[in-house]
């Protein structure tokens, strides 16, 4: 089962380049997140999602906009890189709203803006 | 203050010690709450979901304390395979978001 996969692993980019990273889930889950985390800042929510259509932001959705076309499938854009975004982004998602339900977790994408 | 407060460690221990974790959060309206485990690098995995009246699987037990708002983490018989970072994640109910702690470093020691 492949669960949660992120692409690409591994991504440098310049100051006001662009970009896409995508998050696929094969489980049928509602609802999809994408978190980043910075050393000593625990995992940040950035959008979410809670089905497909639909997007709402997160505790830092600034500089980044998302998409949800296809239930499995959360986009995460940055139109114009900076520095600031360097870090490790995670896709979770999540069966539904019921109680004590925990996210899977993809393996993460480690963005590096020059 | 932060929602989920963790101590960040690292807490230092030698193989076969008892290990425990403790997590507070500020919202007295949390439900749901969890314990993941993060290695270096890698994505966070769900360790363990923290029930009402507690939980064991295996050398591991969580416990919540409603009144006092934290969660615990209790480790038996440390393995070298234990070193990690731990999260605690809150949940709030009625709420799409769950809330992380910044992570307790956990080095087992041969």
């Known amino acids: 089962n492949a669960g949660v996969t992120q692409t690409p692993k591994f991504r440098v980019l310049k100051t006001g380049q662009s970009m896409t990273l995508l998050c696929a889930q094969d489980m049928n889950h509602e609802y999809m997140y994408w978190y980043r985390q910075d050393p000593g800042m625990g995992l940040r929510l950035i959008h979410y999602s809670v089905g497909e259509g639909t997007t709402a932001k997160g505790e830092v959705p600034d500089g980044y906009n998302v998409s949800r076309l296809k239930k499995q499938n959360f986009l995460l854009g940055l139109e114009s890189a900076a520095p600031s975004q360097t870090s490790v982004y995670f896709c979770a998602s999540q069966p539904s709203q019921n109680y004590n339900q925990p996210q899977h977790f993809g393996d993460g994408t480690r963005l590096s803006i020059l | 203050r932060k929602e989920v407060e963790q101590d960040p460690g690292p807490f230092n221990v030698p193989e076969g010690a008892t290990v425990a974790f403790n997590c507070t959060y500020s919202n007295s309206a949390s439900q749901s709450f969890f314990w993941y485990r993060q290695d270096c690098r890698k994505e966070p995995k769900l360790l363990m979901s923290v029930y009402s009246s507690g939980n064991e699987d295996g050398r591991f037990t969580a416990q919540l304390n409603r009144a006092s708002q934290y969660i615990s983490l209790l480790i038996r018989d440390s393995k070298l395979s234990d070193s990690a970072t731990y999260l605690c994640?809150?949940?709030?109910?009625?709420?799409?978001?769950?809330?992380f702690g910044t992570g307790t470093r956990l080095k087992v020691l041969a």
């Open positions: 994640v809150v949940k709030t109910s009625g709420t799409y978001k769950y809330i």
